[in-house]
């Protein structure tokens, strides 16, 4: 069942990327929506979460009914977690020895705690501790890119240098391989991302922790699993039954189980730590333990989390703690805007963008150029690798709206294209001392070649220029028409200069934040200001959110 699960969701994985034409499918949301801790801080910070995520829900009754089988049996991360364990056991020659519920396992209840707290506050940072986020975010930023280029280059460095002991060639054993990834898992171009070194550190760090102890994360750290343990504390049918009369306190049954959940002679079943795996029962050689379903009315003997009033208080202020830290730089409220945080088309106001963004990288995996990175403080702390345009690695594609077709929470409004097509993201800005037209007094006409808006949001002015010997020529220099401008950003990708464009697209004049929308109203255009949108664009072409600005910013 674990191997099916993670199968299946490297599966999901894999089969969610761009095709042109061609809508992502609803399954790539599939274990999103089973995730109850996502369905909690998205509703909690946001009070609105899409119908779909309600599928979490059946997890919870699952969890009353017969406790942590989501952990055991389903979740992706807790398989690689238990994987890395199991090997670590067997290839270092460990002899198996019994294992004791240790009270550092609470840590996991007092980090929920923290995250519940801060998310009723509106700050969402369940996303960064949650487990199918977390995974997700890892693989597309980190392992996915760095198996890539592994197999990619790797092959290609063999192929070049063609190694051979006489007539037996190395690529006779790469080529076969590289051909089966290029055709079957490698379905999409190359992608590389901001921070990615980091996100592989951390997710390393994470899967190497199992060699301290098995499933470390799942037992100490995961708050998905403490929200689990919660509602799994007294299971309503499926319970440890123990025959005291038959053990003989040998501790057979503690050396397998996963969550240190105390089976054995002498100690209450922590039923909240259990992860339903069936180890104890299976190692016992005097048939002392099963699990059992009963009536819910039947009580077993059960031990109580007993995380302490003290400790319970510290976690929620600590909470407390993070909103204040989080909440009072400019940018958090709404008094600046970073001009580098190019949010995709359909992100919702900042505010409700980061109370529902889970910080899974979804969005940055189907992005077809590339231009989605996770931001690193572009948005504060709160917003830490949430998605963001960065134009010189990749444009916002015009015909693609995949982004908010796949994000699961709807911090990016699943627009139909024709609408997100209208969307302003940003704002192209000509920099005359770089651009060539203008400082070098040579035709380059590249940025207006590849401005996909109707009717050419980049245009080019005939200009008479002066030449160094004295002479008059006609320059072609361009211009940007801030009415028609969307900060798609291709124009900046394609720029001939490599380092520093010499067009380049800020934050100003997005859609979503009327604060940040430059007056671009001319004096001679004052006469039709009453038709006009705020920042000069047509009424009905705004693309406004629907949202209005948490901070009463006009």
Same mark, same amino acid.
């Given at each position: 069942?674990?191997?099916?699960?993670?199968?299946?969701?490297?599966?999901?994985?894999?089969?969610?990327?761009?095709?042109?034409?061609?809508?992502?499918?609803?399954?790539?949301?599939?274990?999103?929506?089973?995730?109850?801790?996502?369905?909690?801080?998205?509703?909690?910070?946001?009070?609105?979460?899409?119908?779909?995520?309600?599928?979490?829900?059946?997890? /919870?009754?699952?969890?009353?009914?017969?406790?942590?089988?989501?952990?055991?049996?389903?979740?992706?991360?807790?398989?690689?977690?238990?994987?890395?364990?199991?090997?670590?056991?067997?290839?270092?020659?460990?002899?198996?020895?019994?294992?004791?519920?240790?009270?550092?396992?609470?840590?996991?209840?007092?980090?929920?705690?923290?995250?519940?707290?801060?998310?009723?506050?509106?700050?969402?940072?369940?996303?960064?501790?949650?487990?199918?986020?977390?995974?997700?975010?890892?693989?597309?930023?980190?392992?996915?890119?760095?198996?890539?280029?592994?197999?990619?280059?790797?092959?290609?460095?063999?192929?070049?240098?063609?190694?051979?002991?006489?007539?037996?060639?190395?690529?006779?054993?790469?080529?076969?391989?590289?051909?089966?990834?290029?055709?079957?898992?490698?379905?999409?171009?190359?992608?590389?991302?901001?921070?990615?070194?980091?996100?592989?550190?951390?997710?390393?760090?994470?899967?190497?922790?199992?060699?301290?102890?098995?499933?470390?994360?799942?037992?100490?750290?995961?708050?998905?699993?403490?929200?689990?343990?919660?509602?799994?504390?007294?299971?309503?049918?499926?319970?440890?039954?123990?025959?005291?009369?038959?053990?003989?306190?040998?501790?057979?049954?503690?050396?397998?189980?996963?969550?240190?959940?105390?089976?054995?002679?002498?100690?209450?079943?922590?039923?909240?730590?259990?992860?339903?795996?069936?180890?104890?029962?299976?190692?016992?050689?005097?048939?002392?333990?099963?699990?059992?379903?009963?009536?819910?009315?039947?009580?077993?003997?059960?031990?109580?989390?007993?995380?302490?009033?003290?400790?319970?208080?510290?976690?929620?202020?600590?909470?407390?703690?993070?909103?204040?830290?989080?909440?009072?730089?400019?940018?958090?409220?709404?008094?600046?805007?970073?001009?580098?945080?190019?949010?995709?088309?359909?992100?919702?106001?900042?505010?409700?963008?980061?109370?529902?963004?889970?910080?899974?990288?979804?969005?940055?995996?189907?992005?077809?150029?590339?231009?989605?990175?996770?931001?690193?403080?572009?948005?504060?702390?709160?917003?830490?690798?949430?998605?963001?345009?960065?134009?010189?690695?990749?444009?916002?594609?015009?015909?693609?709206?995949?982004?908010? /077709?796949?994000?699961?929470?709807?911090?990016?409004?699943?627009?139909?294209?024709?609408?997100?097509?209208?969307?302003?993201?940003?704002?192209?800005?000509?920099?005359?001392?770089?651009?060539?037209?203008?400082?070098?007094?040579?035709?380059?006409?590249?940025?207006?070649?590849?401005?996909?808006?109707?009717?050419?949001?980049?245009?080019?002015?005939?200009?008479?220029?002066?030449?160094?010997?004295?002479?008059?020529?006609?320059?072609?220099?361009?211009?940007?028409?801030?009415?028609?401008?969307?900060?798609?950003?291709?124009?900046?990708?394609?720029?001939?200069?490599?380092?520093?464009?010499?067009?380049?697209?800020?934050?100003?004049?997005?859609?979503?934040?009327?604060?940040?929308?430059?007056?671009?109203?001319?004096?001679?255009?004052?006469?039709?200001?009453?038709?006009?949108?705020?920042?000069?664009?047509?009424?009905?072409?705004?693309?406004?959110?629907?949202?209005?600005?948490?901070?009463?910013?006009?």
């Amino acid at each position: 069942m674990q191997i099916a699960c993670l199968a299946l969701f490297i599966l999901l994985f894999v089969n969610t990327r761009f095709r042109e034409h061609v809508e992502p499918d609803a399954s790539a949301h599939v274990f999103f929506h089973l995730d109850p801790l996502i369905l909690a801080g998205t509703f909690l910070a946001s009070y609105a979460v899409p119908a779909a995520a309600l599928l979490a829900l059946v997890t /919870l009754a699952a969890t009353l009914l017969f406790g942590r089988i989501f952990c055991g049996w389903i979740c992706p991360l807790g398989t690689i977690n238990h994987f890395v364990g199991w090997l670590r056991n067997r290839v270092r020659g460990l002899p198996d020895a019994p294992a004791q519920w240790s009270p550092w396992q609470r840590t996991k209840y007092y980090l929920l705690i923290v995250l519940l707290v801060m998310a009723a506050f509106g700050i969402n940072w369940i996303g960064v501790f949650d487990p199918i986020a977390l995974l997700y975010r890892s693989l597309t930023t980190a392992v996915w890119p760095a198996l890539q280029y592994a197999v990619e280059d790797g092959s290609t460095y063999v192929y070049q240098a063609d190694p051979h002991i006489g007539p037996v060639h190395a690529t006779q054993v790469t080529e076969p391989v590289y051909r089966f990834f290029r055709d079957h898992i490698f379905l999409a171009p190359r992608q590389a991302f901001l921070g990615g070194g980091l996100l592989l550190a951390l997710f390393a760090g994470i899967v190497l922790l199992n060699l301290v102890q098995p499933r470390f994360w799942c037992r100490y750290l995961c708050p998905a699993g403490a929200l689990l343990g919660l509602f799994a504390r007294r299971p309503l049918l499926l319970r440890l039954a123990r025959r005291d009369d038959d053990c003989n306190a040998c501790g057979r049954c503690t050396i397998g189980c996963q969550g240190l959940a105390a089976p054995g002679h002498g100690n209450p079943w922590m039923a909240a730590e259990c992860f339903a795996c069936w180890n104890c029962v299976s190692t016992c050689n005097f048939q002392a333990l099963r699990f059992t379903v009963e009536p819910p009315l039947r009580k077993r003997p059960v031990a109580g989390l007993n995380l302490g009033r003290r400790a319970t208080l510290g976690a929620a202020a600590g909470g407390l703690a993070g909103l204040f830290a989080f909440r009072l730089t400019p940018q958090a409220q709404a008094r600046a805007y970073n001009p580098g945080l190019i949010r995709p088309p359909g992100a919702r106001e900042e505010h409700h963008f980061l109370q529902r963004c889970v910080h899974c990288g979804l969005c940055m995996k189907v992005c077809p150029t590339n231009g989605l990175q996770p931001t690193t403080f572009e948005a504060g702390l709160e917003g830490v690798w949430t998605p963001m345009l960065v134009p010189k690695i990749g444009f916002c594609q015009y015909e693609c709206n995949l982004c908010g /077709l796949t994000c699961p929470t709807e911090a990016i409004q699943p627009l139909p294209l024709e609408e997100k097509k209208r969307v302003r993201i940003g704002l192209a800005t000509i920099d005359t001392t770089r651009c060539i037209p203008y400082a070098y007094e040579r035709n380059c006409i590249v940025c207006e070649e590849h401005c996909p808006a109707p009717g050419k949001a980049i245009y080019a002015v005939d200009t008479e220029i002066t030449t160094r010997d004295g002479r008059k020529i006609i320059v072609k220099q361009p211009h940007v028409d801030p009415n028609k401008c969307i900060g798609c950003g291709i124009c900046e990708t394609k720029c001939p200069f490599a380092d520093m464009a010499a067009i380049r697209v800020t934050s100003a004049n997005e859609s979503r934040h009327p604060g940040n929308q430059p007056i671009l109203v001319g004096i001679g255009d004052l006469e039709g200001t009453a038709q006009q949108g705020y920042g000069g664009a047509p009424a009905e072409q705004t693309g406004a959110s629907p949202y209005a600005d948490p901070y009463g910013q006009q």
